[in-house]
Each structure stands twice: as structure tokens, then as C-alpha cells.
């Protein structure tokens, strides 16, 4: 018979011995639980990668997947490197540079690069070094390393397709570079690239925001001699250039070039129109407009009644305002706070009370909140109207 405490000895021997070893760190079925959750994956992968059994490319990948921590993706891949069933594949680098990329590391992103350019060990298709740079677009703001990117597809190997190059294209545009567009679109041959009508349409588009409209509308003509049709997107930035410009004539100009080739107008090319005629003051030409604008089934959004609204109440049409106004709201639009507030002022200077008394129920239906000056405007115009009926009408407003 052992003594207890020869016992007592024994047991506690025995937990000192097995806390200290570090295979137990690495056992699953360890009875300690204080090691959080993301420590509990890294230690599982750490075993799946220190197994001499080989790794198949989806056990791999889940490995990657399940890392909780970006900043030990590095790691694990430089572990993974030194196995000999080592094999990456495009998925994993995919997933890699994407986890990377989510976290914000985008330097690490950088590191995974470099390897695989010197590693070269696997044929990497179009579509990564595509995802690649729409992550140095997009995500990092670094696009010179999405440009760079581009350059360097030929030089491995690689030619980029129109996809990714509109995207760069595109990408420059909306970050404003416009010198770089240029110089981007003359080396379309160089990349092997067979420039399309989206290629056109960015060109388009930056040289209008730049307020090169001379060059735009010379991109244009070359759809023809690019085999390329021009669509509702080429023609929309043209009009909208030529009308901030105040060239509405040649806008329309466009507008008969559309239906003669055959591109059918769509709400924003008219809506671009109906705000040109009523920069111009040309309101009678804008409703025409309107009513022209659904014989050609095309119909009319909020935006292009608020175009007419805002024509009329430039005018001081006050009256056909309402009118239109009312037929906005049984259709479904909501006027804006400004429309509401110009046809209010309107009818309280021509002290038209209950005008005004309308328009301002209106306004809170639906959802607006009038301002002090607005209610300043209709109390003054009620008092100076000296009616009963308007005080009346004027009570029952603010008691609502």
C-alpha cells in the first residue's frame, strides 16, 4: 500500500510533466481551454502542416481559409513552402492576396507577389493578375501598382485581356487622370488589345470630365473605323458636355444622330436635355419635350418633372407649377424640399394664402419639415391678407 501522500505526489508529477511537454500544446484534445479560439486554429493548422502525410490542394486551402489572423498568413505560407508536396495553386494564392487584402495588408500583398514572380511555380491565369489589380485599384489606392501590374503581364508571359484593360482605363478616369488615360489607351496594341465600344465609351468619358470635348467628339467618329456601334452610354457624356456648355442646339444634334443609328434614347439622355432647356429658359420647348419624350416610350422619371417644376418656377409660372406639382404627387413622385420652398415664397408674395396653404400641407405629407423662414413667409402673408378664412385656413395648418 503507497501512502497518500506518495500518491498526492505521484498525480501531481504526473499534470506537471504532461503541461510541459509541448506536444500537448498541440493536441486537440487538450483539457485546458483558456487558449481563445483563433489560437485553437493556428495550433490545428500548425499540426495539418507538420504532418509528414501529403496535403491535398482543397486540405490546403482550407488551412488558409480557416487563419483567423492575417498577420500570420505569411507564416503558415512560408511553412507550407518548405513541405515537398509543396504545390500552390492560382486558388490559393487567390485566397491568400483576398484575406490579405481584406485585413489591409496590403505590403504583405506585395510580399506574396514577389515570391510568386520568383517562384514561378505555377501557370497563373488572366483572371488573378485581373483580381490583382482590381485590388490595388479598389482597395489599396494604389494605382500605380495597378498600372504597373498591367505593363508587366506581357513580360511574364501574360496578356491582359479588354476586361482588365477597360478596368484600368476606368479606373484612371474616376481617380482623374487624365493624362494617364491616354497614355494607357496608346498602348492598347502593345498589350494585344482589340479596342471595343466600352474601351471608346471610357475614352469618352474622360474627355468630356476633362473638358476636352473636341477630342470626344472625335473619339465618336471612330466606332466605324473601330468596327464598334456607339450606345446610349456614348451618346449621354457627349450631351451632357455640349449642355453644360451651353451648345444645346448641337446636344439635340445627337439626339437625331441617336435615332438615325439606330440607339433608342433613354430617360437620361432626355433628363441631360431637359435640364439644358431649362438652364436656357426654354421652358415651353421642355414640355414639348416631355410629351415628345413618352410618344417614344420612354417614360419620364421624378427627376424629368422636376426639370419642368424648376423651369416654371424660374418663370414665376407659379400657378402651373402647382398643377404640375400636383400631378407629381398622384403619380407617385415626391417634389424636392427646394420646389416646395419656391412655390411657397411664390404664392405668399403674390399673397395667395390658400396657394400657399396647399402647397404646405403637401410639403408636410410627405415628410418634409418647413423651416422658420418658410412659416415667417405664411403667417406674414396671412396677416397681410387680413381674412378671416386664411386665419382659419392658417390654424388648422399648424394644429395638424
Known sequence: MFSSKLVAWV????????????????????????????????????????????????EVLKIFDNLKDPSSVLAVLDQYSKRKDYKPTEALYTLIINKLAQAKKFDDVEEVLKKIKLEKSCRLSEEFFYNVIKVYGNMACRINRAIETLYDMPKNGYWPSVKTF????NLLVSSKLFDAVHE?????????????????????????????LEAALYVLDEFPKQKCSPSVRTFSPLMRSLCDNGKLDEAFGLLNRMEKEGVDPDTICFNILLSGLRKQGRVEEGMVLLEEMKMKGCEPNPGSYQEILYGLLDKERFSEAKQLMGRMISSG????????????????????????????????KQGFVPKMGIWKQVVLSVLLGSRASDYATFDQIVNQ
Not at 506537471?16 to 483539457?31: D, K, V, Y
Not at 477597360?166 to 482605363?169: A, E, K, R, T
Open 11 to 58: 498525480t501531481c508529477s504526473r499534470i506537471t510533466q504532461h503541461l510541459a511537454s509541448p506536444l500537448h500544446l498541440l493536441s486537440s484534445s487538450s483539457p485546458i481551454h483558456s487558449c481563445s479560439a483563433s489560437q485553437q486554429h493556428s495550433n490545428a493548422n500548425n499540426i495539418r502542416l507538420n504532418h509528414k502525410d501529403w496535403l491535398a490542394p482543397n
Open 166 to 169: 477597360n478596368f484600368v482605363l
Open 184 to 212: 494607357i489607351y496608346e498602348s492598347a496594341a502593345k498589350l494585344g488589345i482589340e479596342i471595343d465600344a466600352c474601351c471608346l465609351n471610357i475614352l469618352i468619358k474622360g474627355l468630356c470630365e476633362s473638358g476636352n
Open 333 to 364: 413622385a415626391t417634389p424636392s424640399f427646394v420646389s416646395y420652398k419656391k412655390l411657397i415664397q411664390g404664392f405668399c408674395e403674390e399673397n395667395l394664402v390658400v396657394d400657399a396653404d396647399w402647397v404646405l400641407k403637401q410639403m408636410v
